[in-house]
């Protein structure tokens, strides 16, 4: 029983490893932020499809009834790309970080209006810690500029569409695997990406090497070991405890920006840290005392 609760939470912190240098590939990237999110698409839908060449015989098939949740998380995956790494070329860092990582809110709005899950008020004493010190991390920009531009904008579309994947991948999870899920969200994401690039006219070649690296970097580190592990972790807590943890991504953001960027943090961020951290415990623990409430549930 421990095993099985301690493998979602490794699986989670490793996807916020993971995701955690999603933003700093968009910004090493000389490529439209909508390019950056098809390739990093692209390439880790190919790679996954080459490991499931050797493994399809040693599989179920899935019930075509279960396909449209992965689809359907994979077109909210790309109106997210799309919307937050455009978000950075018309907003600070700070402001798209701060705006794209509100999904936690969105998650347990829905999660409590239409998905009807019983949310303890030690929950929701969580969710305002984990956000307050979200905004102590990055917001210090959004204060000095509290104006909502285009940017600000696309950042808080962003996170609802990023909440909408996590409400949807929590049911599909239930019915798929997660590398067949990853993989099948990677299809859908990639071709609605496509398109959207296509629409928006950006050039889908004529980048230097360096850029191709970081394609190939932020596909496999970002997507296919980011994006499996938090699949893997939806499929064994529910998105309401998953989407608040993940505001440990911009503190482990802040963090990696010291050696990469040179980006030292304030103390105003570094007690946003303690803060936040502070606010996903509680959310957790919240999380286990309902479990032990209703252990049938």
Not at 83 to 88: A, E, I, L, Q
Not at 94 to 121: D, I, Y
Not at 281 to 295: D, L, M
Request: hydrophobic share 50%.
């Amino acid at each position: 029983m421990t095993q099985n609760k301690f493998l979602p939470y490794l699986a989670l912190a490793m996807g916020i490893i993971a995701l955690s240098l999603s933003a700093m590939f968009v910004r090493w990237s000389d490529a439209p932020g909508p390019i950056t999110g098809f390739y990093r698409l692209l390439i880790s839908t190919i790679l996954f499809f080459l490991f499931f060449l050797q493994r399809q015989q040693k599989l179920e098939p899935i019930e075509i009834r279960w396909i449209w949740f992965p689809l359907c998380a994979g077109l909210f995956t790309a109106f997210d790309f799309a919307f937050w790494n455009t978000s950075v070329k018309y907003t600070s860092a700070a402001n798209a970080t701060l705006l794209g990582n509100t999904s936690p809110l969105w998650v347990a709005l829905a999660a409590l209006f239409f998905l009807k899950e019983k949310l303890r008020g030690t929950f929701w004493l969580g969710l305002a810690f984990a956000l307050a010190g979200a905004v102590l991390i990055v917001g210090t920009d959004f204060f000095k500029h509290p104006t909502l531009g285009l940017g600000d904008l696309m950042a808080s579309t962003a996170a609802i569409f990023y909440a909408s994947y996590q409400l949807i991948t929590q049911r599909g999870r239930v019915h798929i695997d997660p590398f067949r899920y990853t993989w099948l969200v990677g299809v859908s994401a990639t071709i609605a990406m496509f398109i959207m690039n296509l629409v928006l006219g950006n050039s889908f070649t004529g980048y230097n090497s360096q850029t191709w690296i970081i394609f190939f970097a932020t596909a496999i580190i970002s997507q296919m070991i980011g994006y499996l592990s938090i699949t893997y972790a939806l499929g064994h807590l529910p998105a309401s405890v998953v989407s608040p943890t993940l505001i440990g991504q911009p503190i482990l953001t802040t963090l990696l920006a010291i050696p990469l960027l040179g980006e030292f943090p304030s103390r105003i961020q570094w007690l946003g840290s303690a803060i936040a951290l502070s606010g996903i415990y509680i959310v957790n623990q919240s999380h286990i005392q309902s479990q032990q409430e209703t252990p049938n549930a």
